[in-house]
């Protein structure tokens, strides 16, 4: 088939995508951006930006909610219409991407609705409602599919009117009574969410805990604040059976519960169908879950991976650190690697569970000289002033050898933001000595650090 030469295509465009696309065409290259559903991916639109406006909406409920116990006396009526109203009309614009497309067209890129498949090196074969269209990349093709909500394979549930994130985004009214199987980041965050908004609400996680990619003691502390919110949790199960009726969902569990609820809500992962994307022509496996990339993104001979589908850490700031990396690369103006060790991640549920660099399970599995200590919120003095909402910690991970911290979690009010120095430590490798010489502002949460630094120093 005749095709188009250009200089670079970018197949996805997500937070990552959009990002090397810009930098490529503002560069002065002749770019072909390709989506076959929204510029911009799931962050805007199904993900990060909508769930957070809901996690604000749950968040002023939950303060008001805790008006009695120290200010008085306020009533709460939950009302779903001003999140479905913010999401539909400031976040999304109704799910429509005319402004970031005329944003990328801006950097004078050019965007093609469709979707791409490699067909060979350096080539892209474009469906779009007016056909098929080739794209040849001179110089690079970069790869930023992101991924699918993953279904897992439960009897009966395919055919039934489940929700996955995008269907949980949309909704415009709520269920009397939810079931979320699947509690890592997004399961947990919707949760929290519905259940503040007056949804009975039941937390279905198939390991022994909650977030279950968090530090066990950040697990058992939202675990509490979820139980004392009204969620029903139920962990180290999963549905065996899911029917539904019409009107009501039924789960049978392979504990022998039967919970029964109005709606489901499937977040039980993410997956990328790397077979549809035609990998197998660059000679990259295609039953893969990810794309194996080197330090600059590089996945094969004239191609670039960025985003979630590198299995980086599913996160938008890591995909748009990967693309500048990307894009330095292809115009040859960088000499930066990817540097993970200090990856941040954030679940933003209240308390936030935020964490940084290693685990301590996963710093004790590399062979590292490991020190741990913790230090609960609710007894510093700006928890304990807090009071209402506090519930928290802080551990930090240290290698005693290098004396520096090589991993931090912080379950806190705002926990993302107290992070930010634990992260800038971790990310600096600064020694542990040093950091204890450090003045931290009283009475704040991130003075809970200096208590884990001194038990360290014990
Ligand atoms: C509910 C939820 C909440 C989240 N909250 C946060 C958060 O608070 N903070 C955070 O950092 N991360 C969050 N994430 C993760 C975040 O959404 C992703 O990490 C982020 O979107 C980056 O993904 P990406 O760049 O890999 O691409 P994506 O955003 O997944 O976009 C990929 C795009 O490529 C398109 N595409 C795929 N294949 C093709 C093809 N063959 N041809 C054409 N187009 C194609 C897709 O339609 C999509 O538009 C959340 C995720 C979910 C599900
Ligand atoms: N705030 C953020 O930065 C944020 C928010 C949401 C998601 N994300 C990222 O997006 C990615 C996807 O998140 P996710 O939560 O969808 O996926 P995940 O894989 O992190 O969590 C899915 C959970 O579902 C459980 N599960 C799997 N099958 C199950 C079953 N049959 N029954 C019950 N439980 C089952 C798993 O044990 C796991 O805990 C993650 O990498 C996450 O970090 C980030």
């Known amino acids: 088939m005749p095709g188009e030469e250009v200089d670079a295509v970018v197949v996805g465009m997500g937070p990552g995508g959009e990002d090397v696309a810009g930098r490529l065409a503002t560069a002065g290259l002749n770019v072909v951006g390709v989506d076959n559903l929204l510029l911009g991916g799931e962050c805007p639109y199904y993900a990060c930006i909508p769930t957070k406006m809901m996690v604000r909406g749950a968040e002023v409920l939950a303060e008001a909610r805790r ?97 996955t994130n995008r269907e949980a985004v949309r909704t415009r009214t709520l269920p009397s009574s939810l079931v979320v199987l699947g509690c890592g980041p997004v399961g947990m965050e919707f949760a929290q969410v519905f259940a503040r908004f007056g949804v009975a609400t039941t937390a279905v996680e198939s390991s022994p805990r909650l977030l279950p990619g968090a530090e066990p003691e950040a697990s058992a502390s939202i ?146 000289p490991v020190r741990t200590a913790v230090a609960a919120i609710p007894s510093s003095p700006r928890g304990w002033i807090h009071k209402a909402g506090n519930d928290g910690l802080i551990k930090v991970v240290a290698d005693t050898e290098r004396d520096i911290p090589v991993g931090a979690t912080v379950v806190a009010p705002l926990g993302g933001e107290v992070l930010g120095a634990l992260a800038v430590a ?11 010489r450090m003045i931290l502002a009283y009475p704040t949460f991130h003075r809970t650090i200096e208590t884990v630094l001194d038990q360290l120093a014990e």
């Open 67 to 163: 008006v009695p116990r120290l200010a008085g006396d306020a009533r709460v009526s939950p009302d779903w219409t001003p999140v479905a109203d913010r999401i539909r009309d400031e976040a999304t614009t109704d799910w429509d991407d005319r402004a970031a497309v005329e944003r990328f067209e801006g950097t004078g890129g050019r965007f093609v609705r469709g979707f791409g498949r490699v067909t060979s090196p350096g080539e892209v074969t474009v469906s779009t409602s007016a056909g098929e269209h080739v794209f040849r990349a001179r110089r690079a093709l970069v790869l930023n599919p992101g991924t699918e909500p993953a279904v897992p394979p439960i009897e009966g549930l395919s055919g039934t009117p489940f929700w």
């Open 426 to 436: 971790v990310h600096t490798q600064v020694h542990l000595a040093q950091l204890r």
């Open 223 to 368: 675990t509490e604040v979820f139980t004392g919110e009204g969620i029903t949790v139920r962990t180290g199960t999963s549905a065996t059976r899911v029917h539904h009726d019409g009107n009501r969902f039924t789960l049978e569990l392979d504990s022998g519960e039967t919970l029964t609820a109005e709606q489901l809500l499937v977040t039980t992962g993410r997956h990328a169908d790397l077979a549809a994307l035609g990998v197998g022509n660059l000679g990259l496996r295609e039953d893969a879950e990810t794309i194996d990339v080197d330090g600059r993104m590089r996945a094969a001979e004239g191609t670039w991976a960025v985003g979630d589908v590198t299995g980086h850490g599913a996160f938008t700031h890591t995909s748009i650190y990967q693309a500048r990396i990307a894009a330095a690369d292809v115009l040859g103006s960088g000499e930066e690697t990817a540097d993970y060790r200090a990856e941040p991640a954030v679940t933003f549920t209240d308390p936030e569970v935020a964490s940084v660099g290693m685990s301590e399970s996963r710093a004790r599995a590399q062979g590292l």
